[in-house]
Each structure stands twice: as C-alpha cells, then as structure tokens.
C-alpha cells in the first residue's frame, strides 16, 4: 500500500491562558462551557475528560505542539478563544496577545496566528447589539 503524504493544517486552534482560566472559574458559565466540551469529546472521541484517569494536555503551545507532532501537523491556524459569554462579559479566555506569544515560542511547526476581531455580543442590552 502506498504511504500517504498528505499536507495537514490545524484550521482551528485555540491557545488558552491557564491563569485567565483559573481567574474566571468560579463564574456560573464556566462549567456549563467545560461540560459541553466534555460532550463534545465523549460524542467525537469517546473520551471523556471528567474521568478519574483522563489525559488533557494544557491549553498552551508548550503542550500542543507534542500532539501536534504525533498528529504529523505541517501548519496550524491559532485564534484566541473569546466565549466572552462564559465569563459574564467580564474577559476572554485567550488574547490576541497571548496566542502570539504562545505560538512562536516553542513552534516546531509553523503557526499562522489569525487575530480575532470579531466583536462578541451578548445581544442582550442596546450596549454591545449591532
């Protein structure tokens, strides 16, 4: 059989800031947000991220790029990750800023870090409805 040689770019990636995380973890949203991403991988994966033995790699390039490298990544597209929603409007999970200074200090690989200037709105007051 002839080996395969496929280009693979990691379209979605999103660097997170551990100390942010843990700032904002006593807020009611933050908990619903990690129980749907444990859904997600228990539905996708058939893993799942709440058991006594789960492995969960932190959410930081250090970390990542081992992965990355196991998965035979040749480019990965890196945003931070906003859900602005889970925090009360209060801060984002990751920075343009962060996911810069993440990405290109342990690359082995090359990162195509997209800054994310979507505005996120809540909808929900005249303030932030556009």
Known sequence: MAENDHFVAL???????????????????????????????????????????????????EELIKHMDIAEVDVCFCLREGMMDVSGQTAPLSTNGFTMSNSFSVSTIPFLAVSNVTIDSCNSCSRCSI
């Open 11 to 61: 379209s979605e990636c999103h660097f997170m800031n551990p100390q942010t995380l843990e700032e904002l973890s006593y807020y009611p949203g933050m908990p619903r947000w990690w129980d749907s991403v444990n859904g997600v991988m228990r539905a996708w994966a058939d893993r799942d991220l709440t058991a006594e033995d789960a492995e969960w790699p932190a959410p930081v390039a």
